[in-house]
């Protein structure tokens, strides 16, 4: 007899034809952010700290650091910040992938879906709030496909409502 009879048996073969399923651009950022986050566990005090090397940090940014502007969504601080970053953006790139094609996505998330953000964040941080916090993980993506798949909502259907504000107080109350 089971213990839990309610609830559906994880089956691995349906995890193989989902990632099986999964369009290019979204199988080469789970593997390679999967990649980094492995080795940087692994090596990060030994032989190489890989959120050192790539992280966008305003103050090592420079001429010979450019590489930041594009690698820190690829990493994460923690394994938490991981877990909770890579199963969104999964389901957002494949959702975008699916609507713009490979090529067109793979362009976006190596130039204007990093480099923008990070520009704004750097003259941010090092002009306005004069910071110097490190900023890495997937959520500039998932951020900026979650503002896309909102602009698509609103364009479908512009009187969508997300919250519905009720006042507690009308006119005839006040006396």
């Not at 997937?138 to 909502?153: C, D, G, N, Y």
Request: hydrophobic share 55%; proline share 6%; glycine share 4%.
């Amino acid at each position: 007899m089971a213990l839990f009879p309610s609830l559906p048996r994880w089956n691995p073969a349906r995890l193989r034809s989902y990632l099986l399923r999964l369009p290019l651009a979204t199988r080469i950022v789970i593997v390679v952010t999967v990649f980094i986050w492995v080795f940087g566990m692994l090596l990060s005090t030994a032989v190489w700290d890989v959120v050192a090397w790539g992280a966008l940090v305003p103050e090592k940014v420079n001429l010979s650091s450019m590489h930041r502007i594009n690698t820190y969504p690829l990493i994460h601080a923690s394994a938490l910040h991981f877990l909770l970053n890579l199963p969104l953006a999964v389901l957002l790139l494949e959702r975008f992938e699916a609507g713009n094609g490979t090529l067109v996505t793979v362009v976006l998330l190596a130039g204007p879906f990093s480099t923008f953000p990070a520009g704004l964040y750097l003259l941010f941080e090092k002009v306005i709030w004069r910071g110097n916090a490190a900023v890495m993980g997937l959520s500039t993506w998932v951020s900026l496909l979650i503002a896309i798949e909102m602009a698509k909502t609103f364009k479908s259907n512009p009187h969508f409502k997300w919250v519905v504000f009720r006042s507690c107080f009308t006119t005839s109350d006040v006396a």
